[in-house]
């Protein structure tokens, strides 16, 4: 298919690897796509699913950008309704795990490509392009936090900068720019999701 400009947003466990590592896979097998159903039905945007990727959700959407405070209000709720769900496991396997809230958590990054392919095979589409590959490589990063939006430069420069809210009312957006291999300087800014659940 023809390259397309795309919104790519992805939901990530963080502390996934640390929770399989020390849960039995019974029990793994029964939060891990509990915590991502919960993300999935709480897209109220219209952006479709590529893949589940273990621990993430690789959401896209091409055509015209949600208005900026939707995109937020987007990722607002995957993380409050991600809690909510841990808060209802919680109370299902209690005395079986520690609290999931101590291991689990979201991070969610959002960037903007203006060619990237969606490629079918077989029921699924696989999404194509070098502002793919930046997407995943942008989880791992610099911030000093576990639990945040991450928002690419790309995306962010796809909204008039003054209608880009910079304090979101339980936080203020930071930035910075992180290298990498064969990539470059990549700038974003990103906000703290934790103070949404203390």
Not at 96 to 124: C, F, T
Not at 131 to 146: G, M, Y
Request: charged share 25%; aromatic share 10%.
């Amino acid at each position: 298919m023809k390259p397309k400009p795309m919104l790519i947003c992805i939901p990530d466990i963080s502390g996934f690897t640390e929770f399989m590592s020390s849960t039995d896979i019974e029990l793994s097998s029964q939060v891990i796509p509990a915590l991502l159903n919960k993300v999935i039905y709480s897209n109220t945007i219209g952006l479709k699913v590529s893949e589940i990727e273990g621990d993430a959700i690789l959401f896209y959407k091409v055509g015209k950008l949600p208005l900026f405070k939707d995109l937020i209000e987007q990722c607002r709720l995957f993380y409050i309704e991600f809690y909510k769900q841990l808060k209802s496991l919680n109370k299902e396997f209690e005395g079986k795990i520690d609290e999931l809230p101590e291991v689990l958590g979201l991070k969610i990054i959002l960037h903007y490509g203006e060619q990237i392919s969606a490629i079918p095979i077989g029921k699924n589409i696989k999404l194509m392009g070098e502002d793919v590959i930046i997407a995943h490589r942008l989880l791992k990063n610099d911030i000093p936090f576990e639990e945040y939006i991450l928002m690419s430069e790309s995306v962010l420069s796809q909204y008039d900068h003054k209608k880009i809210a910079h304090n979101f009312g339980w936080g203020k957006l930071q930035e910075m720019d992180t290298r990498y291999k064969y990539i470059g300087d990549i700038s974003y800014k990103f906000i703290d999701l934790k103070p949404l659940v203390n």
